[in-house]
């Protein structure tokens, strides 16, 4: 069956830095955009960050120039780096797969995310 599965959350220091792992199984990873997504606390859950399958990149305005996704087809894994860390980026993140065709959707079990002093 499918499986995403986040790691590397963590709590971290105002202006620190952590990265976020996606590890797939169970799909074709190269055929899937992947994406991360943020849910704070008693807020709906919000984009983040896209790369598609052929590697384009989109950001929310709140995390340009600060987090960078990426995708090693090869590991069947997605990436979120995250540097400059805030507090309002504390949040559960999620892994999302889409795929590039027949848009069928898969989420991973999400990772904490606590960015405080």
């Known amino acids: 069956q499918v499986q995403l599965v986040e790691s590397g959350g963590g709590l971290v220091q105002p202006g620190g830095s952590l990265r976020l792992s996606c590890a797939a199984s169970g799909i074709v990873f190269s055929n899937y955009a992947m994406a991360w997504y943020l849910q704070a606390p008693g807020k709906q859950r919000e984009l983040v960050a896209t790369?598609?399958?052929?590697?384009?990149?989109n950001y929310a305005d709140s995390v340009k120039g600060r987090f960078t996704i990426s995708r090693d087809n090869a590991k069947n894994t997605a990436y979120l780096q995250m540097n400059s860390l805030k507090p309002e980026d504390t949040a559960v993140y999620y892994c999302?797969?889409?795929?590039?065709?027949?848009?069928?959707?898969?989420w991973g079990q999400g990772t904490q995310v606590t960015v405080s002093s």
């Open positions: 999302n797969a889409e795929h590039y065709r027949f848009k069928n959707r898969y």
């Open positions: 790369i598609t399958n052929g590697g384009t990149v």
